[in-house]
């Protein structure tokens, strides 16, 4: 009884202990169930775990991967296939440079064209005597800086005479490889003769038969170069090296030389104090004239020779003879030698170029010979006062000037350019019947002396149309000499006959071949410089910075943008 008792107590207790109902032992038996855990995890490794790779996040990356690869190849392969292309088609190239420094300019590209339209000239071969490696190998030797750059340049103005020309062709020979090629020009000493290039023309004479002519360039003629002592000690150690280039200016004068039907010697007159004359001189040699030098006191402008039958022959016979700003009068002899040269027995066919000296006038000689052409050189200067003329408003010695006629400019590429003259000595003009005006200053223009002083008025002084250069002509029949004056050298000083911006080299160079009846047309080439920095055009380098500072980073930003916006709502 008693133990009965006790045994009902205990129960009672457990139920006071546990008050959970049997819906929440049945809740309390799921919440701890943890069947699922031991069956997840007693399941082999692996078996339905998911697969590397298979994410949304990794399957983007790896796409992202892939079109970079296939973006940066595209890229490789594209630059490769234009190389290729541009090496096959040169045409497509393009000199972004400033200056364009590796490329033809305007006038010589013009040249060439025009040998299409040349039906004499049947083709023309560019020989460069090396092959190409060792070309490149010289100009490196020649300076350890921009040797190379120098080869490159000038291999590429080669091709660019190819490219604007269909009968000129680059090739590349080695003489020790193709001795057949120099015995083809048995007139020239390949021993002692250091040519790179050698051009050479096949040209239809007027009686049909075919002409080889030839003219071969060393580096000399193509290039300055300049040789620095590297120590004061040793002359023996020294650098030589580049300074500039001439290729262009040479190979077209070269070409002109070799396909021109006429070859028009000239030549500059020594031994009166004449001025630097180098530029006009480079100006027609470069325009395939054959210039020389002549000491009038001392030698003969036509020089005689016998040959071996006692016929006279001449060795030199000048077409045209300039006489640039002499400042010692010439003696009677000479005189006599200029006017008998004109006069050439009474077959005339000569011209004398006469270019005054702006500080020189007092020369009794020279001013009575001109005279006996109807031709007189003032003692003063010539102005201009209208602002329209003037290149400085307040240097009314500096002015363009008005182009008389147009015998002489009618076919200037560009007759609208200007010519300009500064500090020209006015020409009066005592026959009109025999000389021509050439150049004259404007209605607002006069003439103030030497011997005028601060206090000379401009104004009360204006005489309008001042001359400053003018032609005097003497003929029998049809033949005619000719005594073409101009007022002032600085007409032809190096930086006008140069520049762009007039047209006094153009229009020079064409009243000699008029008078020299040379038909060609005039070319005006700078020397080319590589430096290791090479200004690109103000115009392309615009361009480019509006590509790659604005364009590309915009068009780049823009691209993230979409694809983001696109991302976002997948």
């Known amino acids: 009884m008693h133990n009965e008792d006790m045994e009902k107590n205990l129960q009672n207790e457990e139920l006071e202990t546990s008050p959970l109902t049997s819906n929440e032992e049945t809740d309390n038996e799921a919440l701890y169930d943890d069947s699922d855990f031991f069956e997840e995890y007693s399941k082999k490794p692996g078996k339905n775990k998911k697969k590397k790779g ?104 080669l091709q660019d005479f190819h490219n604007e020309c269909g009968k000129i062709t680059v090739s590349y020979i080695n003489l020790a490889k193709n001795p057949m090629f120099a015995n083809k020009y048995t007139d020239v000493d390949w021993t002692n003769t250091k040519y790179v290039l050698f051009i050479v023309a096949d040209n239809q004479t007027d009686n049909k038969k075919m002409q080889n002519q030839h003219l071969g360039l060393s580096i000399s003629d193509l290039f300055n170069v300049s040789t620095d002592s590297s120590s004061d000690t040793d002359s023996s150690s020294s650098n030589t090296y580049i300074t500039s280039s001439k290729v262009e200016s040479a190979v077209t004068t070269a070409i002109l030389n070799v396909t021109s039907a006429k070859k028009v010697n000239m030549t500059f007159l020594k031994g009166s104090g004449e001025q630097d004359y180098s530029s006009l001189s480079s100006l027609m040699t470069n325009n395939g004239y054959s210039v020389t030098e002549t000491t009038l006191l001392t030698q003969d402008l036509v020089n005689t020779t016998k ?130 005006a050439l150049l004259q200053m404007s209605d607002k223009s006069g003439t103030m002396p030497e011997t005028a002083n601060s206090s000379f008025n401009y104004s009360n002084n204006i005489t309008g149309k001042v001359t400053v250069a003018a032609i005097s002509s003497k003929s029998s029949g049809n033949n005619k000499s000719n005594l073409v004056t101009f007022g002032s050298t600085a007409d032809f000083s190096d930086a006008t006959l140069k520049t762009s911006q007039c047209n006094n080299s153009a229009y020079f160079v064409n009243m000699m071949n008029i008078l020299s009846d040379k038909q060609d047309n005039s070319i005006v080439i700078e020397q080319k410089t590589v430096t290791s920095d090479l200004p690109v055009n103000p115009t392309v380098a615009i361009v480019l910075a509006i590509i790659l500072a604005g364009v590309l980073p915009f068009g780049i930003l823009i691209a993230g943008i979409v694809i983001w916006a696109k991302r976002r709502h997948q």
């Not at 031709?375 to 363009?400: G, H, K, R």
Request: net charge neutral.
């Open 54 to 157: 298979t994410s949304r996040a990794f399957k983007r990356g790896s796409l992202s991967i892939v079109v970079i690869c296939i973006f940066i190849a595209a890229v490789i392969l594209f630059n490769v296939v234009m190389n290729i292309v541009v090496l096959k088609y040169p045409v497509l190239s393009a000199d972004v440079t400033n200056k364009q420094t590796y490329g033809l300019s305007q006038n010589t590209k013009d040249f060439a064209d025009s040998l299409n339209n040349k039906s004499s000239v049947k083709n023309i071969t560019i020989n460069v005597l090396a092959t190409k490696d060792d070309f490149e190998n010289q100009f490196a030797s020649l300076d350890s800086s921009y040797g190379v750059s120098y080869a490159v340049q000038t291999e590429k103005l």
């Open 307 to 436: 040959d071996s039958k006692g016929n006279l022959t001449t060795a030199n016979d000048p077409t045209i003879a300039v006489l640039f700003g002499p400042n010692v009068d010439l003696t009677s002899e000479e005189v006599s030698k200029l006017s008998n040269w004109l006069y050439n027995n009474g077959s005339y066919g000569r011209s004398l170029i006469y270019v005054a000296y702006p500080d020189k006038t007092s020369l009794p000689n020279l001013n009575t010979f001109l005279k006996t052409w109807s031709i007189q050189i003032s003692a003063a200067y010539a102005y201009e006062t209208d602002s329209s003329q003037l290149i400085q408003s307040s240097n009314y010695f500096t002015s363009v000037v008005n182009m008389v006629g147009d015998t002489y400019s009618k076919s200037l590429k560009n007759p609208s350019l200007p010519f300009v003259t500064t500090f020209a000595r006015p020409i009066t003009i005592l026959d009109t019947s025999k000389v021509t």
